[in-house]
């Protein structure tokens, strides 16, 4: 266990509402993560941090941005929801043990954009 | 971008059959390693296999990395009820990201 918690875990809202996604890590990890998880296409990174205000695209980071002020906190927004946003997004951290970095998961926030 | 292609998509055994997953690259990995994903829940790491060729056995599973570290298995011996999940292979990308697999929809049925 990693400390690591994510909210809301599920959220419904409209086309076009802003939404903010929150990842809270109790470690003091210096890399965080935002994946997204669709059928078919496994984890795709979104966007990722490696340290406060240090932060980077992913693979698919249109339609998303995303804030760290603070170690312990990671923000994933989308400004403006679509539909095809619509996924389970996972925040993850990353340990390094001698020459391998391994990712730990929060349980997932369940996103639905009618 | 290395990419990681895993094969099946998905599986669906009885309770005690034998069983093997692929994961394949045309890239060169320094290591691979494999997460399993139960639903509603976040993956969580099995293995990592860095050396060409290595095996690793955890109890029923057995991993395996490619002489050439462009390709991975994990095969299960007398699956169980409780292996069902998604298994997700995943190989380092620049700096300290992950690259991840499709994913194998693994059900093993009583």
């Known amino acids: 266990d990693a400390g690591i918690t994510q909210s809301p875990r599920h959220k419904v809202t409209e086309t076009g509402t802003p939404v903010t996604l929150r990842c809270h890590q109790t470690?003091?990890?210096?890399?965080m993560y935002w994946y997204r998880q669709d059928p078919g296409h496994g984890l795709r990174l979104i966007h990722y941090?490696?340290?406060?205000?240090?932060?980077d695209k992913g693979e698919v980071s249109d339609g998303y941005s995303v804030s760290r002020s603070k170690t312990e906190d990671f923000l994933l927004t989308l400004e403006s929801a679509t539909s095809s946003q619509t996924s389970v997004y996972f925040c993850?951290?990353?340990?390094?043990?001698?020459?391998?970095?391994?990712?730990?998961f929060g349980p997932g926030t369940r996103l639905t954009v009618l | 971008t290395q990419l990681l292609e895993q094969s099946p998509q998905f599986l669906s055994i009885q309770e005690g059959e034998n069983l093997t997953v692929y994961c394949n690259s045309s890239?060169?990995?320094?290591?691979l390693q494999w997460y399993r994903q139960e639903p509603g829940e976040g993956p969580v790491l099995l293995v990592t296999?860095?050396?060409?060729?290595e095996v690793k056995k955890l109890k029923r599973l057995t991993f395996q990395f490619g002489d050439a570290r462009k390709d991975s298995s994990l095969h299960i011996t007398a699956a169980q009820p409780g292996d069902t999940g998604l298994y997700l292979c995943?190989?380092?990308?620049?700096?300290?990201?992950?690259?991840f697999g499709g994913g194998t929809r693994l059900m093993v049925k009583p």
């Open positions: 993850a951290i990353s340990r390094t043990s001698g020459s391998t970095d391994t990712q730990y």
């Open positions: 470690e003091n990890h210096r890399y």
């Open positions: 941090s490696y340290g406060v205000k240090d932060t």
């Open positions: 890239s060169v990995f320094s290591s």
């Open positions: 296999v860095v050396t060409g060729g």
């Open positions: 995943a190989g380092p990308n620049a700096g300290n990201m992950l690259t």
